[in-house]
């Protein structure tokens, strides 16, 4: 829950950025938007939205995630094809099933009009659910790309073969993409990042923690069974894989760490294509190379020029049978579940049983599914959306944007330590915050995708074609500030720095087995508007996106003492999560999470402050047994309500900028003094944090 879609690898377009910190000297007094009405209370027959999940043999101020989520975890152990297990995972079954309706009504149509939603939607699902024909066709639509591969010679080849499988959604070498520049955000500007790797992270390749010793050691045995699946005998495919283990661990030392990424500043290097050439990497001829995409670029973007430098020190030093041994199984790994059997398999065997813990395949139409709302997200969520999503629903939601938007504003004006200088910029950048709710108000056009019957492989790579190119094509032409870069269906949000926007799909705002009308406003309050709505407002002043301006430009707008000020009190949250230690010898990254912990304080500060407003905690009756204060809560931890595979915990640690589940509701929690008096938490429980230790940010 809750993406950011901004500074981390471009070709997953992560973007990030949180915290919400404004107002104005001598305000005029807030403008008042109405909370909305209280909605019907969960009918007596059916169980408690909430109450259902406690655990009581929990004490709520020894570990409130676990007293609150305990029972239904304890009662639904993660199942052997799943790597983690909880509430979104019951919306995500639940869409399952709607968009399974979807794709298998279009494949029935027996003859759709070519290029209509319903050809493309049918084609896609009946190729890609045709087991047979991936298996009889084996690596044979990969065979063109693997001979040019083959046809590898020196460098410059290896780079012509890497920038071809850019627009195959291949990360060879480097990450690429087009997207607002952050300092004119009225402009498209091509970024080039650091990539290129095969493990999640950098971390995988130089920690030493005993669980990551291992996944190396099985990623080193995996790439040694793909190359035999290549057709190398046993010798000539373990120095294959010897060789590109060392050229990847190469990559990921020339590589900035996950902290380091989130400085929007520092990695934002602008400079013209020949200058890159020059000063970076002679052997790569930006200019030209773009030129080749239809990319005119005058300058571009570098994140990390350090890593291009070393780039090409790695390219000239690296024997060419070793690139070209990269370039195949970077290829083949990222199209394995659309090839046969033996690869698919073995594709799953690593990256899904030793990185996540599953235990095994999910079923084939659940990753056709996964598969299709990548490729043709956009076709299925306007379906989706006008089946599933009523009006009434997003109209909802679109106050409880508002209602959220009025209490930052109130909150911001009541900070101690912030000037009245920083707040009018702060209360002027809140007020510009655009909301996105349910599903776009404009879809992608797909006309020139091309889905077909031949291939599941190709229509994979004709989708990811498309993407390349429909991204592209953005570079040169006025910003699209209505595009959406999350499909109405996804169980996410994110909030985007360079639009100043809150983006919330349909899916993310659904509690599984409920209708929305049955759901009271404490638990609303708690699980949409603070752990979504609030979260995502807030990224817009963390301490990534307090350097974007109203406008979405990366523009300094703080005084320097309050943002010294701020830089002290986010240090308290940083060296409290720090502290957290989900797994023996891996801590939380405080500093890497430091975002995302931002925006679920502010977030459920906010969000309470909203539900302060409403009829249901004026009235302070009890439902199921709790206070309306006490379900506000249930309701945030039921948003988090989920347990993963110490596998893929582990993988997230290292690689994702969020805290794991427990963490994001006991961190924030354990600061707020309204939790202490809801669940009567006391001195010396493990909930209870000091004065001197609480964050004060918001």
Not at 136 to 158: C, F, M, Y
Not at 487 to 502: D, G
Not at 600 to 629: R, W
């Amino acid at each position: 829950m809750k993406a950011n879609l901004s500074r981390l690898p471009l070709s997953l377009l992560v973007a990030a950025i949180v915290t919400v910190i404004a107002g104005c000297s001598n305000p005029p007094p807030p403008k008042v938007v109405a909370a909305p009405a209280a909605t019907a209370v969960v009918p007596a027959a059916k169980t408690d939205v909430v109450a259902a999940n406690i655990d009581a043999s929990v004490n709520p101020g020894d570990d409130f995630f676990s007293y609150a989520n305990g029972a239904w975890l304890k009662a639904h152990p993660i199942p052997p094809s799943e790597s983690n297990w909880g509430i979104g995972k019951l919306v995500q079954n639940d869409l399952y099933d709607k968009l399974r309706t979807i794709s298998e009504g279009a494949a029935a149509v027996a003859h759709a009009e070519s290029g209509s939603d319903q050809q493309k939607i049918g084609d896609f699902w009946r190729t890609a659910m045709d087991s047979a024909l991936a298996e009889h066709q084996g690596l044979a639509p990969l065979k063109p790309e693997l001979a040019r591969i083959d046809a590898v010679t020196n460098v410059k080849s290896a780079l012509d073969e890497a920038f071809a499988l850019q627009p195959l959604g291949v990360d060879a070498l480097f990450g690429f993409g087009v997207q607002q520049d952050e300092k004119q955000s009225d402009v498209m500007a091509v970024y080039l990042e650091q990539g290129g790797l095969g493990l999640p992270g950098r971390d995988y390749y130089l920690n030493n923690e005993a669980g990551v010793a291992k996944a190396r050691s099985a990623y080193l045995g995996h790439l040694q069974k793909m190359f035999s699946l290549l057709g190398q005998d046993a010798t000539t495919a373990q120095a294959s894989a010897t060789g590109v283990m060392a050229f990847e661990t190469a990559l990921a030392k020339i590589s900035r760490p996950l902290a380091d990424l989130r400085d929007p500043q520092k990695n934002y290097n602008k400079m013209s294509p020949a200058e890159l050439t020059r000063k970076y990497t002679p052997d790569i001829a930006w200019g030209s190379r773009l030129q080749a995409w239809k990319l005119d670029a005058p300058y571009v973007i570098v994140g990390q020029p350090e890593f291009f430098a070393g780039l090409q020190k790695l390219l000239k030093q690296t024997p060419v049978p070793v690139l070209r041994d990269y370039l195949r199984v970077r290829l083949v790994d990222d199209y394995a579940s659309t090839l046969g059997k033996a690869i698919d398999d073995e594709h799953f065997d690593f990256y899904g049983r030793v990185l996540t813990g599953q235990k095994e395949q999910r079923p084939r139409w659940k990753r056709t599914l996964d598969a299709e709302n990548r490729a043709i997200g956009m076709i299925l969520g306007r379906i989706f959306v006008k089946q599933y999503f009523p009006e009434k629903t997003k109209q909802r939601y679109n106050d409880l944007v508002e209602a959220i938007r009025t209490a930052y504003g109130e909150r911001i004006d009541k900070l101690d330590w912030m000037s009245a200088t920083t707040k009018a910029k702060a209360r002027e950048k809140l007020a510009a915050v655009t909301k996105k709710v349910g599903y776009p108000d404009k879809w992608k056009d797909y006309s020139a995708l091309t889905i077909s019957r031949d291939s599941y492989a190709q229509n994979e790579m004709n989708a990811r074609r498309w993407a390349f190119n429909h991204n592209a094509s953005k570079f040169g032409k006025p910003v699209d500030r209505s595009e959406w870069n999350m499909t109405p269906q996804t169980y996410n949000a994110y909030y985007r720095p360079s639009n100043n926007e809150i983006v919330l799909p349909a899916a993310q705002l659904t509690i599984p087995g409920f209708k929305d009308d049955q759901i009271d406003d404490a638990v609303v309050y708690g699980y949409a508007a603070a752990s979504v709505i609030g979260h995502e407002i807030t990224h817009g002043f963390d301490d990534q996106g307090r350097q974007f301006d109203a406008k979405g430009n990366l523009a300094d707008w703080w005084t320097k003492e309050d943002a010294k000020k701020f830089g002290e009190r986010a240090d308290v949250l940083v060296k409290q999560f720090d502290a957290y230690e989900p797994l023996p010898g891996l801590h939380i990254n405080g500093r890497a999470s430091l975002g995302e912990n931002m925006a679920d304080f502010g977030g459920v500060l906010i969000g309470l402050d909203a539900f302060k407003k409403t009829a249901q905690y004026k009235k302070g009756e009890k439902i199921a047994g709790y206070t309306p204060l006490q379900r506000f809560f249930l309701g945030y931890a039921l948003s988090w309500m989920s347990q993963e595979q110490d596998a893929l915990l582990r993988r997230r640690l290292l690689s994702n900028v969020h805290a794991p589940a427990k963490w994001r509701v006991n961190g924030p929690l354990s600061n707020i003094p309204d939790f202490y008096n809801a669940f009567d938490v006391k001195p010396g429980q493990p909930m209870w944090r000091a004065e001197k230790d609480r964050a004060h940010i918001w």
